[in-house]
């Protein structure tokens, strides 16, 4: 496997956080792409340094974002910003290292939290047009 840093990921990452994410701490969030994966279907992944490890090297919660190449670069504009969403659903609220699973990151609650993000950009454009920011 080869990794790489996604920096234009995570400038993503940050404005879904910014929008729906408040407790993700964008400091302690990386996102990269990975290329010669050998799994089947999988397009993304999250990654957690335990809490043992954490304690172990005495440091807080990281977590990091796996984007497999080229599925992921394949997806839809829309099907990537979802992919990142679920992905971004699995860090809980308490940010400590722990993931969310699959019964609360589910394809209706990555759709309503979608719908949530694109109601908020919208707004967003609005506003700049209102005032010309």
């Not at 990452?13 to 792409?33: A, I, Q, T």
């Not at 997806?75 to 699973?101: A, C, N, V, W, Y």
Request: proline share 4%; charged share 30%; glycine share 6%.
């Amino acid at each position: 496997m080869k990794y790489e840093p996604a920096p234009d990921i995570q400038i993503i990452v940050e404005e879904l956080c910014v929008s729906l994410f408040p407790h993700v701490k964008l400091d302690r969030v990386k996102c990269f792409r990975s290329f010669g994966t050998s799994s089947r279907g999988t397009i993304a992944r999250c990654h957690a340094l335990g809490k043992l490890m954490q304690k172990a090297i005495g440091i807080d919660a990281v977590y990091a974002l796996e984007f497999l190449c080229p599925r992921f670069e394949k997806l839809s504009e829309e099907d990537k910003i979802k992919t990142i969403i679920h992905e971004l659903m699995h860090i809980p609220k308490t940010f400590g290292g722990g993931f969310r699973q699959h019964d609360f990151v589910c394809e209706k609650n990555v759709a309503l939290h979608y719908e949530t993000y694109k109601a908020k950009k919208a707004d967003k454009e609005k506003m700049k047009r209102w005032f010309g920011v």
